[in-house]
């Protein structure tokens, strides 16, 4: 049977470089699906998959070879329900581009002086990326046009709306839809965002979804622990010391149970950093800079703080709380066993958890071992 590769799947030689160099070995299944097709078809399309699985080279490669280069102006648009996902998808943008003759790409987003996104705006650029909000209050002032734009992306579209964006997304839509394509990416296709795709996408959109039981990256091992909560912090500072030299993410719930554990492990002289809501912007790009590089060796997030976060190589994450909505539990684990790695997703569980762990064995269609 023929091997499938970008170079079988139609992706442009020029890209191809830029491909070999990031390291990608071989396309995902949503990548598979989606870039044959939005490369060779003009459509509206919505894509159905889980975080981790490859979704942003799937819209992002066939958006750079539609872009006319010569061209300065803003001809595609990618909205992001977070800036750390704003600052995922521009990266790999940059690296994808690295061969294009005069392509360019600018994130924008809330947490960062408006003032600074309007300098990198005055410079030629075709691909936006950028979370609503801001975006709304860009194109308030006149500081952007999308009179050329002909593809717009939403990426996590269902976070989108979960974070209250729907309005904002349904202004812009409004702006764009009639003289443009719309590419919708989602984890989950909840009604209101059903709602969305039949008012602006068109009704012979093309649909793709990742079949069931690959839902969940297969590259993931799920274990589970069961512990008292007023013992926890213990446990994890026990477990910590069987992983010298392995780097992770511990998730939780909440600001103060993050800045709890962050505040613990600091004390025991741990390399260890913190994402949350309260932090500033520049402090949370600082620990992702810092956990990226290898200068921390672990990071506490809440679930919002972590969105976009890819970290190559990353050894394990560890639920020190389980998420209230069980999606944020595949996003999650999805932070590791990455581009095709093996990865390693850990609960710590109160016994009257366990439910919850039955259930999404169930729902997600896989299966958690017991650490004893």
């Given at each position: ?55 942003t ?12 280069s ?12 977070t ?17 294009t ?14 003032e ?6 005055s ?13 709304i209050?860009l194109?308030?002032?006149?500081a ?5 734009v002909n593809?717009?992306?939403?990426d ?31 984890a ?18 093309k ?6 039981k ?8 799920h ?11 213990e ?69 919002i ?14 639920h ?10 595949t ?25 919850k ?10 299966k ?5």
């Amino acid at each position: 049977m023929t091997q499938i590769t970008f170079k079988t799947i139609g992706v442009p030689e020029y890209i191809l470089k830029s491909i070999d160099e990031i390291g990608y070995k071989s396309p995902t299944e949503i990548q598979t699906l989606v870039i044959p097709y939005l490369l060779e078809f003009n459509s509206d399309l919505v894509g159905q998959a889980q975080t981790g699985t490859g979704k942003t080279a799937a819209f992002s490669i066939p958006i750079i070879n539609r872009i006319d280069s010569k061209n300065s102006a803003i001809q595609s648009l990618i909205l992001a329900p977070t800036r750390e996902l704003c600052q995922q998808i521009q990266k790999e943008i940059f690296k994808l581009t690295k061969y294009t003759n005069g392509v360019f790409s600018t994130a924008v987003y809330g947490g960062e002086k408006i003032e600074i996104q309007l300098s990198k705006l005055s410079r030629p650029t075709q691909i936006i990326v950028a979370t609503p909000g801001r975006l709304i209050d860009l194109l308030e002032r006149n500081a952007v046009s999308l009179n050329e734009v002909n593809t717009v992306v939403l990426d996590e579209a269902d976070e989108m709306l979960k974070l209250g964006f729907q309005k904002d997304v349904e202004t812009i839509l409004k702006k764009t839809h009639l003289n443009s394509f719309t590419w919708l990416f989602s984890a989950t296709i909840p009604n209101n965002l059903e709602l969305i795709i039949s008012n602006y996408l068109s009704k012979d959109a093309k649909r793709f979804q990742i079949s069931k039981k690959n839902t969940v990256n297969l590259d993931i091992e799920h274990q589970y622990f069961i512990c008292q909560p007023k013992v926890k912090i213990e446990y994890l500072q026990m477990f910590l010391k069987t992983q010298p030299k392995k780097n992770g993410i511990f998730f939780t719930r909440t600001k103060a149970s993050a800045q709890f554990v962050y505040d613990k492990l600091l004390k025991n002289n741990l390399n260890v950093g913190v994402l949350h809501g309260d932090l500033m912007q520049s402090e949370r790009e600082k620990m992702i800079r810092m956990f990226k590089k290898g200068t921390l060796q672990y990071l506490v997030c809440t679930d919002i703080a972590a969105r976009g976060i890819d970290v190559k190589g990353l050894s394990f994450v560890l639920h020190y709380e389980l998420p209230d909505d069980i999606e944020n539990y595949t996003h999650r684990s999805g932070r590791t066993g990455r581009a095709g790695n093996k990865g390693i997703s850990i609960a710590f569980i109160e016994k009257t958890e366990l439910r919850k762990i039955y259930k999404m064995e169930g729902l997600l269609n896989i299966k958690f071992s017991q650490i004893k």
